[in-house]
């Protein structure tokens, strides 16, 4: 086990790529924490009182914005919430100007997710509140992998050596790409598995088996994790239909019998059901996909106190 950090290297959570290894095991152990804090029958700590959270979403969001939210209140944080489909972005502002007001309203924190890659980055350059990335079009989703990793170890122990397939669209996930950065800097193995349409070119450049082929992928790996088609960033079509994904990528019972193992199956959501997982996987004794849920707020109460105490 890697010695115990007690302060993050940086002051903003953009992306994995910018955590050290350190960062990450200080995150997961201030996550053991507050996992247990969110199983007490009081499950609020102060941690945050005084602390103002506002979260910006400029893209849908279902999880990642209510765990952050429940997240902030179980710290007993002072939170906000806006959502561009409802605001004045509408009628033209800029993502500076609507930033810029908010924080005049002495906002400490903000938490965003945003189509454009990098637009997190470029508020961090800008204002003065901690910034965390809560995806940022097909570019990063950084807590996502925190609590997909975290899980993984819940259920496997140390990642060291671990093999994990992500399969899907991987040319459109900014869960990929994080998962990638947080499972190589853990030290497992990783294999990305899908049409070659969906895979980006020279994506082995980053360290990772390419496979194109499901079932030797299962047969490979000690947890998949699935990715949802993401049909709203395809701007072609990348395979003949959705039966044919189905059939040939899609994880399913048969599939998962086949290999004689009992892998761990994942999935971040929102699922297609019957797409690239089948109800029968996803719901089965192998899947993950509640205790993920459930870990995401653990993990990102964890972020929000060390990111707060790096102020
Ligand atoms: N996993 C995930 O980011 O889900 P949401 O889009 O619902 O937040």
């Not at 086990?1 to 993050?8: G, R």
């Not at 869960?175 to 082995?204: D, M, R, W, Y």
């Not at 297609?272 to 205790?291: C, K, M, P, T, Y």
Request: proline share 4%.
């Amino acid at each position: 086990m890697a010695a115990v950090t007690q302060h993050l290297s940086t002051r903003h959570l953009l992306g994995i790529k910018d955590l050290t290894a350190e960062d990450i095991h200080l995150i997961f152990h201030t996550s053991d924490n507050f996992k247990e804090v969110i199983n007490r029958p009081i499950r609020k700590v102060p941690s945050l009182r005084d602390v103002t959270i506002a979260n910006l979403f400029f893209e849908n969001s279902t999880r990642t914005r209510i765990s952050f939210e429940l997240a902030e209140k179980r710290l007993s944080a002072d939170v906000v919430n806006f959502s561009a489909s409802s605001s004045s972005v509408k009628k033209g502002e800029t993502l500076l100007d609507t930033v810029n007001n908010i924080l005049s309203m002495k906002v400490d924190m903000v938490v965003m997710r945003h189509p454009a890659p990098c637009a997190p980055k470029f508020l961090s350059e800008h204002i003065d509140a901690n910034i965390i990335n809560a995806g940022d079009g097909t570019h990063e989703h950084p807590t996502q992998a925190l609590l997909d990793a975290f899980s993984m170890q819940e259920k496997v122990g140390r990642l060291t050596g671990k093999k994990v397939a992500i399969f899907g669209d991987i040319l459109h996930s900014r869960v990929a790409l994080s998962n990638i950065f947080c499972l190589q800097k853990l030290g497992a193995e990783v294999t990305v598995c899908g049409p070659p349409t969906l895979i980006p070119k020279h994506i082995e450049r980053l360290g990772v088996h390419v496979s194109y082929n499901r079932d030797e992928t299962l047969a490979w790996c000690d947890i998949a994790n699935i990715l949802r088609i993401q049909l709203e960033r395809q701007d072609i079509k990348y395979f003949p239909s959705l039966r044919e994904y189905a059939q040939y990528f899609g994880v399913d019972r048969r599939a998962l019998d086949r290999t004689g193992k009992e892998l761990v199956v994942m999935h971040p959501g929102p699922i297609n059901r019957g797409v690239e997982i089948s109800s029968d996987v996803a719901d089965s004794e192998h899947s993950i996909i509640l205790q993920q849920v459930e870990n995401g707020v653990a993990v990102r109460m964890a972020i929000l106190y060390l990111l707060a105490a790096r102020t």
